[in-house]
Each structure stands twice: as C-alpha cells, then as structure tokens.
C-alpha cells in the first residue's frame, strides 16, 4: 500500500505560481509511476502530468504544456507539480497518484492509489 499526501494549494491570484508536492509513505515511489489530476467544481477528473519512475520521461495535458512542470525525488519519496503563470481555469482539487505499471498512462482509472487531494483557487 501507498500513502500519498498533497500539500501546497491555496488561494492565489493570475499570474502567479505554486509548487504542490506530493509526499509517499509506506512504499518507495521508485517502483510507481506518479501522475498529477485534477477535477473542477462539476467538471471530470482530468490528467495534468506524469513521470516516469526515474524521472527520465514526463507527459503532460497538451493545453498545461509549457506552464507546469512535474518532478520527482525518489531519496525523499516525494513528487512535485509546479504551476506558473496560473489562470482561473486553473482552479481545481489536484490529485496526486501512483501507477505500478510499466508506462505513463493519462487515465485515472489507471493508477493504482490516490492522495485525497489539495485545493488549487486562482483568481482574476
């Protein structure tokens, strides 16, 4: 079992940046393949990054490209999303996971355990 904690959201206005992270317990996240979600007020969950186990490969939704970046310290069992130059649309829960599976996947239904989340607000 893995245990994934996010931290980092908050209330900020456009323009500016946050750094989610995402802390593991109880597994090294070595062995996962970690993804960032999120999921706005009546909307679907929807995919934002992933990593691969070493941090070698990254994958992004092609609409976040450019303005976040996803990273991984495996010596601190830990997995970090930074956001810059963030929009109102931004606004969301964002959902740290872990995948065992060999290849970065963008479907949720995919990863295999799930923080509970961390609430992301941007406004004008």
């Known amino acids: 079992q893995v245990q994934l904690v996010e931290s980092g959201g908050g209330m900020v206005q456009a323009g500016t940046s946050l750094r989610l992270s995402c802390a593991a317990s109880?597994?090294?996240?070595?062995?996962?393949?970690m993804g960032w979600f999120r999921q706005a007020p009546g909307k679907k969950r929807d995919f934002v990054a992933a990593?691969?186990?070493?941090?070698?490969?990254?994958s992004f939704a092609d609409s976040l490209k450019g303005r976040f970046t996803i990273s991984r310290d495996n010596t601190k069992n830990t997995v970090y999303l930074q956001m810059n130059n963030l929009e109102p649309e931004d606004t969301a829960l964002y959902y740290c996971?872990?995948?065992?599976?060999?290849?970065?996947?963008?479907?949720?239904?995919?990863?295999?355990?799930w923080g509970q989340g961390t609430q992301v607000t941007v406004s004008s």
């Open positions: 109880g597994r090294t996240i070595s062995s996962y393949i």
């Open positions: 996971a872990a995948d065992s599976s060999s290849r970065i996947k963008v479907v949720g239904d995919d990863y295999d355990y």
């Open positions: 990593i691969s186990r070493r941090g070698m490969s990254t």
